[in-house]
């Protein structure tokens, strides 16, 4: 059974830079888009971005100037940096699976991170 | 703002039939996927491609589309179909993902 295991510092300050790694456990790593996505406290999901198995990053317009999206496929794991951080990054911060033939289908998800910006 | 336009809040008396809209130019060219997400859980995916749904979802979830309107159904709906609900799609450029506000599914 496919598991993606995140981790990752959970505290940041305003400006710094934000780190998380997504690990897929029990399945192939090609073939498939990797996701992250996040969640504000109380809060709707909203899309980070995209990368595919091959490494070609998608990142939502507003947030692309911060985010870098990369990929480790020798440990099966990729990854997430998000610089200049503020407190409105806070959130739950997730890594998903896109299904490879409906990569909109995000079928399985990692646990979650907790990520407070904070001074 | 989101693309995609979900009622905030829905309630359903235990057993009968609910349906959840989800509303956004995207959805007349860009099949839609549905998640649940329970208090303190990732969220899961019941419906993609605008009806599909993945091994282990039970059939009393369906999905449809008409225009620029998708529903999921609920069908006789249980005391653990409580829960949020977020529809998803490709934005109206077709490149970059996006996610209804969510709806709190009640059940009564």
């Known amino acids: 059974q496919v598991q993606l295991q995140q981790w990752g510092a959970g505290l940041f300050k305003p400006s710094e830079t934000l780190s998380l790694t997504c690990t897929v456990y029990?399945?192939?790593?090609?073939?498939?888009?990797w996701t992250w996505i996040r969640q504000p406290p109380g809060k709707g999901l909203e899309w980070i971005g995209e990368?595919?198995?091959?490494?070609?990053?998608n990142y939502k317009p507003s947030l692309k100037s911060r985010v870098t999206m990369s990929l480790d496929t020798a440990k099966n794991q990729f990854s997430l940096k998000m610089n200049s951080v503020t407190a409105a990054d806070t959130a739950v911060y997730y890594c998903?699976?896109?299904?490879?033939?409906?990569?909109?289908?995000?079928?399985?998800w990692g646990q979650g991170t907790m990520v407070t910006v904070s001074s | 703002s989101s693309e995609l336009t979900q009622d905030p809040a829905v309630s359903v008396a235990l057993g009968q039939t609910v349906r959840i809209t989800c509303h956004g130019d995207?959805?007349?060219?860009?099949?839609e996927s549905w998640y649940q997400q329970k208090p303190g859980q990732a969220p899961v995916l019941v419906i993609y491609d605008e009806h599909k749904r993945p091994s282990g979802i039970p059939d009393r979830i369906s999905g449809s589309s008409s225009g620029k309107t998708a529903s999921l159904t609920i069908t006789g709906a249980q005391a653990e179909d409580e829960a949020d609900y977020y529809c998803?799609?490709?934005?109206?450029?077709?490149?970059?993902?996006?996610f209804g506000g969510g709806t709190k599914l009640t059940v009564l």
């Open positions: 998803s799609s490709r934005d109206t450029s077709g490149d970059h993902l996006v």
């Open positions: 029990g399945g192939p790593f090609s073939g498939y888009y």
């Open positions: 998903a699976r896109g299904n490879g033939d409906y990569p909109d289908a995000l079928d399985i």
């Open positions: 995207s959805l007349r060219t860009s099949y």
């Open positions: 990368i595919d198995h091959i490494g070609t990053p």
